[in-house]
């Protein structure tokens, strides 16, 4: 009889978990939609406090929807939602008739507003962390650090800077009709290069060969800016990647049958 009731009663705690599980991705798979309050997206996930201003979003939006910000300063709607789904939703993919309303000339100004900032605020402002991390806690090996750093800014330079004046271009000439042979966004495909790899031994670094008296107080706000300008990287790979790419290589092929 004690068995039948411990079945039973394992059975009522399976099924309450199973219902838990389908709840919480009900939960997580609730995406913004163009209805959802600015407010919100960014209270849902404060990383987007760092892809905002690529929009020229700022706080005190009040109770605006997306659509109502997006119309007031003149962004992409549906760029908008993909970028802010995407960094939001691990899962999260957009169907082929979201992907159709994507305008490519807006994403590729999306792109070019976050390349300024890595160039511009993000990394020098990790490498300030790590020339305060040096200082703070003495490190013998300061300077092999901070020759890590830079080299891994010329690595990112060298990234954006043939988006920026290779593949962007191509992109753009092709959106204008003109054709080229020389180039495709193939090539750009098998040559985009893992920009954000160096920054987990950097992070390997700190977290397993400071000296013990490099408290985690000390290296908190270096580690904090690693960890998220890795997320963001992470997510720019992808809409380039995944998306974009994918985009023009449709543009391509409806202008090899015109």
Do not use: W
């Not at 890795?230 to 049958?257: F, G, Q, R």
Request: include cysteine; aromatic fraction near 10%.
């Amino acid at each position: 009889m004690k068995a039948k009731n411990h079945i039973k009663q394992s059975c009522i705690i399976r099924k309450r978990c199973i219902f838990a599980i389908i709840f919480f991705t009900q939960m997580n798979y609730s995406l913004f939609s163009e209805n959802t309050k600015m407010a919100d997206v960014i209270l849902t996930n404060s990383r987007l406090l760092y892809v905002l201003p690529y929009f020229e979003v700022d706080l005190g939006v009040g109770d605006k929807t997306v659509r109502q910000v997006c119309k007031e300063k003149n962004i992409s709607i549906p760029v908008f939602l993909l970028v802010c789904n995407i960094y939001t939703f691990d899962d999260y993919f957009p169907g082929s008739r979201e992907l159709k309303e994507i305008p490519i000339e807006s994403m590729i100004t999306y792109l070019q507003h976050s390349h300024r900032d890595y160039l511009e605020i993000r990394m020098p402002q990790i490498i300030e962390n790590v020339r305060h991390l040096a200082t703070v806690c003495q490190l013998k090996n300061a300077k092999t650090l901070l020759s890590f750093c830079e080299k891994y800014k010329q690595e990112v330079i060298v990234h954006l800077k043939y988006e920026e004046d290779i593949v962007f271009p191509y992109i753009i000439q092709l959106l204008n009709g003109v054709k080229t042979e020389s180039y495709k966004i193939k090539e750009y495909e098998n040559n985009h290069s893992d920009i954000d790899a160096a920054l987990n031994d950097l992070k390997n670094i700190i977290v397993k060969y400071l000296p013990q008296d490099c408290t985690i107080e000390k290296c908190r706000d270096v580690l904090v800016n690693l960890f998220m300008f890795e997320h963001d990287l992470k997510k720019h790979t992808m809409l380039e990647n995944k998306i974009l790419i994918s985009l023009v290589e449709l543009v391509e092929k409806n202008n090899e049958t015109i």
